[in-house]
């Protein structure tokens, strides 16, 4: 990672005040201020997180949460790819897990998302559950869930990956 993205982002912790902009984001993002998986629903606006900024703009935005040794991450979007942001938004979550004494990250991702696969294996995580059909599952709460993904991927399962603290 360059250091001049380094030296030209911040990271800090989501505060209230943030949370319209979560909102926004989330359902700008993710097609819903919802986000449902593996039978579940997250309502990132509520969650903690971090946002990366980059002059005084939100550059990226990540949301977890926490269980008993556990942190899952509901949600992280950079908005402009291959710059750094997604990579030190993990960095801020692996510190915040370890802080609080999780042993592990988790999240879930899907089938089609190659790009996703590809960005966690390489800082560490690994595939550690398929879900076949946890997407159609989904769908059914949240009707705006595509069929087809990335690639004209036909969207199906959920991937779940885990990175040990």
Not at 14 to 29: G, H, K, N
Request: aromatic residues 8%.
């Amino acid at each position: 990672m360059s250091d001049v993205y380094q030296r030209d982002v911040a990271i800090r912790p989501i505060v209230e005040s943030d949370r319209p902009t979560v909102e926004w984001l989330t359902t700008q993002l993710w097609g819903a201020a919802e986000v449902v998986v593996h039978d579940g629903v997250f309502y990132p606006a509520m969650l903690p997180g971090f946002i990366a900024e980059r002059d005084g703009r939100i550059a990226g935005l990540v949301t977890f949460e926490v269980r008993p040794g556990v942190l899952e991450i509901a949600t992280i979007n950079a908005l402009n790819l291959y710059q750094g942001i997604g990579s030190m938004l993990i960095k801020a979550v692996r510190a915040e897990a370890k802080r609080l004494g999780c042993h592990q990250l988790t999240l879930t991702t899907t089938n089609d998302n190659m790009g996703a696969l590809r960005f966690y294996q390489r800082r560490g995580f690994r595939i550690s559950a398929i879900r076949p059909g946890a997407v159609d599952r989904s769908r059914q709460r949240k009707p705006e869930i595509p069929r087809t993904g990335d690639f004209g991927i036909p969207l199906h399962d959920e991937i779940d990956l885990t990175c040990q603290i």
